[in-house]
């Protein structure tokens, strides 16, 4: 018997039907790949808009696309095992409204509702079980991978390794990732968040390592307002709430922050409680909200500034980025900031060493002692003329040994850059997956392509020998 519950949740009793359908949808990409005759670039489209900082000059939209948009099935929940298993198109607004059915969510749930499972681990994942599991990656079991010989690999911490832990992070460089499993953990209906405000940064990190310590929080992240305001959102699941807030119109969570020292939230609700914006909302004012508050959210602003990428500024976009500082290097970094940006808030999310990834050079983790660390994003700095900040934030991640993830603006040198980002471990993977270079290398993708700026050698496929 087949089930239809929801649009794009299938789960069947008949796995043949499920995975010949699956089946011929891999045919389809492998046999684009086996067969292309063109020597454009290749990389991807699907129904929802990326969600990387739009660029006015992105040569990505020029390229020989793979169209990923039938690959939007959920296909199958495990309430036992407590996994899950889909196809890299689904959003994760549609898997915890799944997942949600049986008291049971993904680990990790970025906050905006349609960023994808495929994209998020491709490029990057964070959210507030982060100080205890790390990224979204991380809590994957198993992914299939197409390569750009059209061959179907399986890869897991068993089956081709490296592979699996180099998935991570190449933003669609090493192959088509067409499928994959994750953990689930159990969720009671709400989210009790306590916000707990501290003057000092030390005091602040001391809770911070207080709750990653200790079992009690289930959810933890916090927002920097000034330099003797801090707020650290310690989120727990609860059975019962006396009231439930509801953040999708009128007000916005992230100005419920500094002002409330308590809240409930329904846990779909907690999840996506960052979904119209992290540290700034608009439109601010009350008639704005009144008229357009429903409509102006994550996706509704990516697809317009994708769409319209043409009137983005040439120069000094406002920053939006995501910095890892060390735990033990925040104060130094804290400093220079508060110095050199002064802009608030800062969203801050902790985040577990879970143990040292592949796609960081050994020289990198040497520099690192801590077991945690600290995301600091920041959204919507203005840029002056003469002074670009992206870079002078890529200058001063170097001095703490710190990291950011590559959806943004991206300016380091190519030697800088090897010198984070491991040339090693990411070569021995490209060999297998695209040795041609269909697909560019991770460099000249996020560094290169996506600000408009020429490959920097000769010929494609030529850096990386
Ligand atoms: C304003 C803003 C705020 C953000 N906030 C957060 C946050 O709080 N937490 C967080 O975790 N992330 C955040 N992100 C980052 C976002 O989650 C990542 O950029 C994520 O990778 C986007 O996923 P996506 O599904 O939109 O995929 P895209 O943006 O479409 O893809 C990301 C990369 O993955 C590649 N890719 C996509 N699908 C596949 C596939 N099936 N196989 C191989 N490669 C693939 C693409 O080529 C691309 O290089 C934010 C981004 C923006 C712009």
Redesign the pocket.
């Known amino acids: 018997m087949q089930l239809e519950s929801e649009p794009g949740v299938l789960w069947s009793e008949e796995p043949s039907w499920q995975d010949a359908r699956h089946a011929a949808k891999i045919e389809r990409i492998a046999r684009q790949l086996r067969h292309r005759t063109r020597t454009r670039p290749v990389?991807?489209k699907?129904k929802?808009?990326?969600?990387?900082?739009p660029k006015r000059s992105d040569q990505r939209r020029n390229d020989e696309k793979i169209d990923?948009s039938d690959?939007d099935q959920i296909l199958e929940i495990d309430p036992v095992a407590r996994t899950c298993t889909v196809e890299?198109?689904v959003t994760f607004d549609e898997v915890v409204r799944a997942t949600l059915r049986y008291g049971l969510v993904p680990i990790i749930v970025?906050?905006?509702k349609?960023?994808?499972l495929?994209?998020?681990v491709?490029?990057?994942?964070?959210?507030s079980m982060s100080f205890r599991y790390g990224g979204?990656h991380d809590t994957c079991l198993e992914y299939e991978l197409i390569t750009a010989r059209g061959d179907v690999l399986h890869c897991s911490p068993d089956q081709h390794p490296l592979i699996f832990q180099m998935i991570h992070g190449?933003?669609?460089t090493l192959?088509?990732?067409?499928k994959l499993r994750f953990r689930l953990v159990p969720a009671s209906p709400y989210v009790h968040v306590r916000n707990e405000t501290y003057e000092t940064l030390e005091a602040f990190q001391q809770a911070i390592w207080r709750h990653f310590s200790s079992e009690g929080a289930d959810y933890l992240d916090g927002q920097i307002f000034s330099p003797t305001k801090h707020v650290l959102c310690v989120g727990r699941f609860v059975e019962r709430a006396p009231y439930v807030s509801r953040y999708d119109w009128l007000k916005a969570y992230c100005e419920s922050i500094p002002r409330l020292s308590e809240d409930y939230l329904r846990t779909y609700d907690y999840l996506f409680r960052?979904d119209r914006g992290?540290t700034h909302v608009f439109p601010r004012s009350p008639v704005g909200r009144a008229l357009f508050g429903k409509l102006v959210h994550?996706d509704s602003v990516?697809r317009a500034a994708d769409r319209f990428h043409r009137f983005l500024p040439k120069k000094n976009p406002s920053v939006?980025v995501?910095l890892f500082v060390p735990f033990s290097r925040t104060a130094e970094f804290m400093d220079w900031y508060h110095r050199e940006m002064h802009f608030y808030p800062v969203w801050c999310v902790p985040y577990r060493r879970m143990w040292d990834y592949e796609w960081l050079t050994p020289r990198w983790w040497a520099g690192v002692n801590d077991p945690l660390f600290l995301d600091l994003?920041i959204?919507g700095l203005k840029q002056q003329s003469d002074r670009n900040l992206y870079k002078e934030f890529e200058d001063e991640l170097l001095q703490v040994n710190g990291t950011k993830?590559l959806?943004s603006y991206n300016y380091y040198d190519e030697q800088t850059f090897w010198s984070i980002w491991n040339k090693d471990s990411y070569q021995a993977v490209k060999q297998l997956t695209d040795p041609n270079n269909i697909f560019r290398d991770l460099y000249t993708?996020t560094c290169r392509a996506a600000l408009g700026l020429p490959t920097q050698t000769a010929a494609a496929g030529a850096s990386l020998h």
């Open positions: 990389s991807f699907k929802t808009p990326p969600h990387q900082v990923l690959l890299p198109a970025p906050e905006h349609t960023i994808t495929g994209g998020s491709a490029g990057c994942s964070i959210e979204f190449s933003f669609g192959g088509v990732l067409s960052y992290v994550s990516l939006i995501d994003a959204y993830t959806i993708k």
